[in-house]
């Protein structure tokens, strides 16, 4: 099972920027795809970006142009740069991994944002 740590949340006015850090301690594995999700209270988790091991990103359509993911070369540390956050972004979020072929089970603490002004 692959642990991992979200880092990096706090309060924002709106309209700012806000970067979230995700890795692991486990440098025996080389994770195929990272992504984040977010859940917004009273709402389900969504998958907002993910990255895969060839750089090649994804991302939900509400965030497109505004959220930047981005990789550290060789290594399971992903970062989601997020621009121009509005207050209905307030959320959780998570940082999770996928195989080829389906996403990971665990879940990690998370990581809030809030959006306020």
């Known amino acids: 099972q692959v642990h991992l740590v979200e880092s990096g949340g706090g309060l924002v006015q709106p309209g700012e920027s806000l970067t979230l850090s995700c890795t692991t301690a486990r440098t025996d594995i080389r994770i195929w795809a990272m992504g984040w999700y977010r859940q917004a209270p009273g709402k389900e988790r969504e998958l907002v970006a993910s990255?895969?091991?060839?750089?090649?990103?994804e991302f939900a359509d509400s965030v497109k142009g505004r959220f930047i993911i981005s990789r550290e070369s060789n290594t399971n540390t992903v970062s989601l740069q997020r621009n121009n956050l509005k207050p209905e972004e307030t959320a959780v979020y998570y940082c999770?991994?996928?195989?080829?072929?389906?996403?990971?089970?665990?879940w990690g603490k998370g990581t809030q944002v809030t959006v306020s002004s």
């Open positions: 990255i895969d091991i060839a750089g090649t990103t």
């Open positions: 999770k991994g996928r195989s080829p072929t389906k996403w990971y089970d665990n």
